[in-house]
């Protein structure tokens, strides 16, 4: 073990299970760790390198900011701030943007705004409906909104308002809805959950059942969002326009930022009402701005839909080779291999011994979500080890 390694043990809260890499430099798909070893990179910072490690673009604009000005607090405008949110309207079917700083955040903040929106519109309504499976964070009501009780026990009592129910299954938000609803929130495909994706009209028939109750579909887009699936925002593939959307992880480029983003109608929060110190900074927006501008204007989008599409045929591939290997399922970057048992952890170990960090994303599941900008020549690396690994194990 590492000196860094050993010192995280005796230092730093112990509440996430790390692998035992020391990552000291990056760039694109690649990083290398305090020995020297080069690893290619399928977890990209949990979905957020969108262009990959220290992308010029990024690296630039982070650091010309940072000569300029850092932080102001919104009781100013700010140039970056203004760019950036006019960047994703202009690019969206939403009107307005909040910025925060991550996903949970965005998503609390969206809450909120549905919470008042339900004050103002729906006498008084307040429950937001949720799927099983989701992941919405880690603060005390998003654990109530993830749907998953791993997530939730060891924090009970949670906050009252949000209903988990079944994901892809409209009837299950339909019963679940009462007078007490004022929202839907749901990731168009689940990531933490598993690249769980619904079926092509799921969304189009949620959407039909929000217009006719009059509460809102807000979509949490921190994953799917800022061209993972192939489309800038994942909604677009689903042929919707949610009143909401929450975005976060890919965003900035690999800097801490997030946003909520939502129709004017839906605009229910007024002046002092909600609110962020370091939320749309002139640093993390500057970050942001490059990372947006420079996906629109290279069409990454379509780089994704066929580099996905590429990776996805190869990976298949591998599952007529190898009976471990029982589905493999994606859109876009966002991917996902299961296994017959629960070999994510053996797969996980292997890949990373020959230079591959993927995403153990449930015990008998692997997830890549690597940066948009891969190269055909590293998702060829990327199989053959795989490939390598998946041959030893078996
Ligand atoms: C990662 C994630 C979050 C939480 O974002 P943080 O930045 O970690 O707070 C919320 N929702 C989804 C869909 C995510 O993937």
Redesign the pocket.
Known sequence: MSKWQELEGKYYMQTVNRVPVTLVRGEGARVWDDQGKEYLDLVAG?AVNSLGHCHPAVVEAIAEQARILIQTSNQFFTIPQVQLVQLLVENSCLDRVFLCN????A?EGAVKLARRYGQLHLKGAYEVITAFNS????TLSMVAATGQAKHQKPFEPLPAGFINVDYNRLEAIKSATTEKTCAVLL?PVQ??GGVNIPDEDYLQKVREWCDEKGILLML?E??TGIGRLGTLFGYEQYGVEPDVITL??GLGGGVPI?AIMAKEGACALVPGEHGSTFGGNPLTCAAAYATVKYIIEHDVCRQVRKAGQYFIDGLEGLRMKYDLVTEVRGRGLLVVMEFSRDAGGEMLDACLEKGLLVNRVKPNALRFMPPLTIEYDEIDRALGILDRVLADIV
């Open positions: 949990w991550s996903g949970t955040e998503n992941f919405h964070g880690r990731e990531g933490e949490d921190i994953q976060a992880k997030g």
